[in-house]
């Protein structure tokens, strides 16, 4: 072993005094549990020392230079930590302290390590090697092989008191099973139909669990050289498996869930299936000692706590109960059950069919008859609240009973309010303070819907009830009262809303308006007021499409009429929504996903349950009473399956999200607002591969709070811009995707809605939208936006765009050359207005569109929906050998007054260059100032000024710099330092109130976040 770094561990991830490393959220490549309640976690080169019982970060340390920490293991007194090359031990005594750290470079890569009976550590490399390492941990002692020297993808290794066993997993899809004390081959075990990406041992060494290219989780007898089984249940490729010792096999995978697999009678069977982690793969998994605790470790950087023991499985931990048992189970004849309802976590509501209501006491495991009535025999609607103990029931004549089922002696019955009025078709049950509201529709929905007011107080007595004048075709589905006056909105299953003001003097009120279609044509599943301020209500609305919005009813008090406004528009990644509700730590959704029914927390990302119950065409009631204790009941062949969660401290728990992250795939773009809804964190917004929007709070520590992740773009986003006043968000994606989100700030929370989208031409869009550029103007009194998007295939499109109308308006169509535009940049005086362009033929070309946007501005609408002639260049410079990347026009004092305008451009050929675009006589012209061939060793992909003269780079090769633009427009080196984030590929900057730093976020596989101090801020 070669050492090329000895010295102190650091705290923090990257120091210099100015320019800093804060945080990193990128892939999480190894986790170890050590001692009770330590959790170490390789975060690129740093690693990260967690609480995992508070749920704290003790302490980050930065050990290697480059690589990045791919294993990690515990011995009796060290613990070894790998990656790539690079080998390094630590004193476990001193974890918590300042140590000195090694960092050793072999000539192959580690693939695994471990340690001998003897407590020496061993490693086994790509080619199939075992290294035995000396006991002061400093250098190979001995090497073993045993004659197959083929190239692995995985490895695993065993010790007993007299020798080393390792499993090699080849890239031909065939186990190599050696010894190092005979070093010669045992076994091969072959069955596999790919590259064996990991294999583990189980506890006593007799058998082995693989995965494989081909999806699959084999378990092998080692004795036989046997498949005892194969398991099949990732989606995609697995990468990682744990063998636990009551042959429990946990595997984590490409498709980003974590399975737990029971082997039992000779079968593979997977029990728990876990969703926590966004975008793709989840690389790292880790046991604790007690074999329940189980934390992953995802691209998306997010580091997640799981108790095995707690979470239910999919074939245990039910209570089922035969439609038979139930009468058997009561001492009267009650008949068959037909609807059901929870009235607290422990309790269940029947009614059957032949008019008894019957309680489940699932503590006390008894029945009791609460409710007979003859009325309810043959049809009856059964409801409940969520936050009371009372049943509701409507029968076939219009009569609606209010039942306590703690002390059913307080009941009351409440006839229909007009005399013919037909069945009860649907019953939401309401409440405000001590009342309880009902809402009713009658027969075919033309009626009269009643509306009635209860107080619980004192028995129960009916307060007032009116009739809501009936819409047509409006069969409801949902409702939602407000909090702080008498406002009622309702939902259709045919995606309407209503919204009535209750004036208990009114026999009879109308709606204050009605609006079809508001998400589309799909039941509006639920409805929940969420924020209420001078008049105003934001309601949350869920759609069974997967679909949810917020929007903002304004009701007039001159006009007795309401406007709706939408403030936002969302979809989950997959499945249905059947209901919603907003918990201390976010936004809860719950529906169905094929055959399952799942609850999801849609602000944190993560899934609380899932639950095979054959899909959404059966009786079910689902009742949340907190982030860990829920009740989910359905029907399923002729049996009742109740699941009832309690203080679970699963995923909403709050040591269960141990690391927050970003997103799991390639962060292309990402911008800070000019507004915040925090003044103590920058406003973000970013865009990546996994085709999401995701808004989040940047705090001064680096800490992130997650807001929101928007869906709406089918294909990778390429860019994000904010408007100059922090009102509309821009993004372009592949697919010609331009869109247009307006931003609504409420409180903490972020909305965004789709306003519009600029139009496509084409059935097939097959072009990526590089780029954009977007300018404030007026246009007819109002303010609108300019805008021009580039393209692909070298198209360069010029639009209006008009918030008040929603619409873009296409002025002129241009085209550069046939090569792709990666990059585009606006420039202006008092007199003219330009286009840049950067382009992969490396030049930089400009356009004077001074002309087109006068035209445009000063046109009637009429005239300006006839395309205007795109103009001529003005000029065309080749300042690259290969494509413009990056590109910037950086701010240099007397700039406006010279008219000269300074261009800093990066590109593949990893060049950064200064070129000037001066205005000489009636015209800019161009020249090349000055260029720095070598200013990094790959794709320079971004560039981002810090202040006047002070100009930042990222490049693919994972260096930051800083350069000084000199007077003579030269660029000195300032800074050149390294950041975690792989494919580095853009920047953004921000200021928070009151700090001292500016803060500087790095986009790429994961996000960094440095502060650059006031001391660069001077120009150093």
């Not at 995965?211 to 036989?224: A, H, T």
């Not at 006491?361 to 008894?366: F, G, H, I, L, Q």
């Not at 200021?991 to 001077?1018: C, K, R």
Request: contains cysteine; charged residues 20%; proline residues 2%.
């Amino acid at each position: 072993m070669v050492a090329i770094k000895q010295g102190y561990a650091t705290d923090g991830m990257t120091a210099t005094s100015d320019f800093k490393a804060i945080q990193f959220y990128g892939p999480v490549t190894s986790l170890a549990f050590v001692r009770s309640n330590i959790l170490l976690a390789g975060r690129g080169s740093n690693l990260s020392i967690y609480d995992w019982n508070l749920g704290q970060v003790l302490k980050e340390v930065n050990l290697f230079k480059r690589s990045k920490i791919q294993g990690i293991a515990e011995g009796q007194s060290t613990i070894m930590v790998w990656g790539a090359c690079s080998l390094g031990f630590i004193d476990k005594n001193v974890l918590l302290e300042e140590f000195n750290f090694s960092e050793y470079i072999l000539r192959d890569w580690i693939l695994a390590g471990g340690w001998d009976y003897h407590g020496n550590a061993c490693i086994v490399t790509a080619h199939n090697l075992l290294l035995h390492i000396s006991s002061d941990c400093k250098r190979v002692e001995k090497i073993s092989t045993c004659g197959v020297g083929c190239i692995l993808y995985s490895a695993s290794i065993f010790s007993n008191s007299d020798d080393v066993i390792v499993a090699a997993g080849t890239v031909f899809g065939s186990i190599e099973i050696w010894s190092s004390k005979n070093q010669a081959v045992v076994s091969s075990l072959k069955g596999h139909e790919g590259s064996i990406f990991n294999l583990k041992f189980s506890k006593n060494g007799r058998r082995l669990v693989s995965c494989s290219d081909d999806r699959s989780i084999r378990i092998w007898d080692l004795c036989s050289s046997q498949c005892l089984a194969v398991g099949w249940g990732h989606s995609a490729r697995i990468w990682q498996l744990i063998y636990l010792g009551d042959d429990t096999i946990i595997s984590t995978g490409e498709d980003s869930t974590t399975r737990v697999w029971r082997f039992h009678d000779g079968m593979l069977n997977c029990v728990q299936v876990w969703e926590g982690h966004s975008g793709r793969s989840i690389w790292s998994l880790a046991v604790a000692e007690d074999d329940n605790t189980v934390s992953t470790g995802g691209a998306d950087g997010r580091i997640r706590l799981w108790n095995r023991a707690n979470k239910p499985s999919m074939i245990e931990d039910r209570r089922t109960i035969n439609f038979d048992d139930v009468a058997r189970s009561i001492t009267i004849k009650c008949g068959s059950i037909k609807q059901y309802i929870a009235v607290r976590a422990t309790a269940y509501a029947f009614s059957t069919m032949i008019g008894y209501l019957v309680l489940l006491d699932t503590v006390e495991n008894s029945w009791k008859q609460i409710y007979y009535s003859p009325a309810l025999a043959g049809y009856s609607i059964l409801k409940g609240w969520d936050d009371k103990p009372f049943c509701c029931v409507g029968d076939r004549r219009g009569f609606v009973y209010i039942i306590d089922s703690d002390d059913p002696s307080r009941c009351i019955t409440i006839a229909p309010l007009a005399e013919i009025c037909g069945k009860v078709t649907e019953i939401i049950p309401l409440s405000k303070d001590n009342l309880l509201y009902v809402l009713v529709q009658y027969g075919d929905g033309e009626t009269p819907w009643s509306f009635f007011a209860l107080q619980v107080d004192n028995g129960l007595s009916l307060e007032y009830s009116v009739a809501l004048e009936a819409q047509p075709t409006f069969p409801i589905a949902s409702a939602c009262i407000h909090p702080k006056s008498d406002v009622i909105v309702v939902g259709s299953r045919f995606g309407a809303l209503a919204i009535y003001s209750i004036t208990a003097t009114h026999a009879t009120i109308s709606a204050s308006g009605c609006w079809r279609r508001v998400m589309s044509e799909d039941c509006i599943t639920s409805l929940t007021a969420t924020y209420i301020d001078d008049g105003n209500i934001d309601i949350l609305l869920t759609s069974r499409n997967g679909s949810y919005s917020v929007c903002n009813i304004i009701l007039s008090s001159d006009t007795e009429t309401a406007t709706l406004d939408y403030l936002h528009l969302n979809r989950l990644a997959k499945g249905s929504i059947e209901g919603a509700t907003y918990l201390p730590d976010g936004l809860v959704v719950w529906g169905f996903r094929n055959n399952y029914f799942f609850v999801w927390n849609e602000t944190l990302q993560c899934e609380i349950m899932s639950e095979i119950c054959g899909g959404p065409h059966r009786q079910w009631n689902f009742r949340i009473y907190s982030p860990t204790e829920f009740s989910f009941v359905y029907t399923k062949a002729s049996s009742i399956c109740i699941v009832n969660v309690g203080d679970s401290g699963d995923p909403s728990s709050p040591n269960s999200i141990l690391q927050e992250g970003s997103h799991g795939r390639e962060i292309r773009a990402i911008t800070v607002a000019p507004l915040t809804n925090d003044r103590n964190a920058l406003l973000v917004a970013s865009g990546a591969e996994d085709t999401c929007i995701r808004l989040c709070n940047v705090f001064g520590n680096g800490h992130l709070r997650n807001l929101s992740v928007v869906r709406k773009h089918v294909s990778g986003i390429q860019g994000l811009k904010w408007s100059t006043n922090g009102r509309y968000l821009f993004s372009s994606a592949a697919r010609e995707e331009f869109i247009c989100w307006k931003v609504t700030i409420r409180g903490k929370n972020v909305y965004l809605y789709p306003i519009c989208s600029a139009p496509i031409e084409t059935d097939l869009p097959d072009l990526r939208v590089m780029d954009f550029v977007v300018e404030d103007t007026i246009y007819n009194g109002a303010r609108c936006y300019f805008v021009v998007t580039v393209y692909s295939d070298s198209a360069i499109k010029v639009w209006l765009f008009n918030p008040s109308k929603a619409e873009f308006r296409l002025l002129s169509i241009g085209r550069y050359k046939t090569c792709c535009i990666f990059k585009a940049a606006f420039y202006s005086t008092d007199e003219s207005f330009h286009l840049l362009i950067g382009s992969s033929d490396g030049h930089i070309t400009s356009w004077d569109l001074s002309k087109l946007r006068q035209a445009a501005l000063c046109s009637p609408a009429c005239e300006t929906a006839r395309k205007i002639k795109f103009p001529d260049p003005e000029w065309s410079l080749a300042v690259h050998q290969s494509g413009v990347k990056s590109l910037i026009i950086v701010r240099v004092a007397d700039a406006l007054a010279h008219e000269s305008f300074t261009i800093v451009s990066g590109g593949d050929d990893n060049c950064i260059a200064v070129t000037k675009s001066t205005k000489r006589e009636s015209k800019f012209l161009p020249s090349k100032e000055y260029a720095v061939a070598d200013a990094h060793a790959s794709t320079v992909t971004s560039l981002a000024q810090l202040t006047d003269g002070m100009v930042l780079s990222a490049a693919v090769d994972q260096h930051i710099k800083v350069w000084q633009l000199l007077s003579d427009s030269k660029l000195s080196l300032v800074e050149d330092t390294y950041t975690t984030v792989s494919d580095t590929g853009c920047v953004s900057t921000g200021s928070i109130v009151d700090s001292a730093a500016t803060t500087l976020l790095i986009g790429g596989a994961g996000l960094a976040i440095w502060h650059v101090n006031n001391f660069w801020n001077s120009g150093k």
